[in-house]
């Protein structure tokens, strides 16, 4: 599932060409998405110039003035950036063309994004109403942490993955960040000291920045803007790496499974 740094890279990507281009128009092939595309999208973003891209998580958020097109690349998504359009392929959804030539299109195997509109003036948006907060957010921190962790007893690595205590940190970055701080995934999170918080805090945010830079992970289906796979899948210490020598201290990577997610980690460089 694309996370936030694949979410950033494909942002970036798009920035140069798309902001300040109006649209031409907005093809939709299949608004059987994860929640069906308004109907009458094409006719209201159509003329329209992109302000700005921002992200919210793992959400892109297209700025028409005060109107936002937000949306979502679900566990298969790719938006990619054409010079002409190609020809389509199967599981080609949506187009978004740009009237000074190009075209974003958007491609989902399995159908779990989204393209949904938000008007001006409406109160926050579902989706992003309850999100906690960015991970390179100065609120995103130790203390902050250890109120929300005080007293759980669940899986440390669950809890980093809430959406609601930090968003992006999905499962592999969760994985790798507990690894660069020396914890193991399955440690009640509120018996997580706040020194040790502080480490964690620090490899969240190195984690999601190398693999931002690198492009994101692509492990099947994910390419950035331009068509390009990631590359942080081949820097990864822990993540599908179990029965594999760590790359630190040689010790055998393990697998746990945490809330029906598999998990990894070393059980050398991540004490009890």
């Known amino acids: 599932m694309p996370e936030l740094p694949e979410v950033e890279a494909t942002r970036r990507g798009l920035l140069p060409t798309v902001v300040g281009a109006k649209v031409a128009a907005l093809n939709v092939y299949d608004a059987r998405?994860?929640?069906p595309v308004p109907r009458d999208l094409p006719r209201t973003v159509a003329g329209r110039r992109v302000d700005a891209i921002d992200r919210r998580g793992k959400y892109l958020l297209f700025r028409f003035g005060k109107d936002t097109l937000i949306v979502h690349l679900g566990m298969t998504g790719s938006l990619t950036l054409h010079a002409a359009a190609p020809a389509r392929r199967k599981h080609d959804h949506v187009d978004l063309v740009l009237?000074?030539?190009g075209t974003v299109r958007f491609h989902d195997p399995r159908r779990f994004g989204a393209f949904l509109w938000h008007p001006a003036g409406e109160t926050a948006h579902p989706l992003l109403a309850d999100l906690g907060p960015e991970p390179f957010d100065p609120a995103f921190c130790a203390a902050g942490l250890k109120d929300a962790l005080?007293?759980?007893r669940a899986a440390i690595k669950t809890l980093l993955m809430d959406a609601r205590l930090v968003v992006g940190v999905g499962n592999i970055y969760a994985a790798e960040?507990?690894?660069?701080a020396g914890i193991r995934p399955a440690t009640a999170a509120g018996r997580v000291s706040t020194a040790r918080l502080e480490r964690l805090v620090h490899c969240v945010r190195e984690v999601l920045a190398e693999s931002i830079a690198r492009?994101?992970?692509?492990?099947r289906d994910y390419v950035g803007a331009g068509g390009e796979p990631g590359g942080f899948q081949h820097e990864t210490r822990v993540y599908g790496r179990e029965g594999l020598p760590c790359r630190v201290c040689g010790a055998t990577i393990r697998g746990v499974r945490l809330g029906q997610r598999a998990s990894a980690y070393c059980p050398n460089c991540q004490k009890r």
Do not use: E, H, K
């Open 33 to 35: 998405l994860r929640w």
């Open 99 to 101: 009237s000074g030539g």
């Open 150 to 152: 005080r007293g759980r």
């Open 177 to 180: 960040a507990l690894f660069r």
């Open 215 to 219: 492009g994101g992970t692509t492990l």
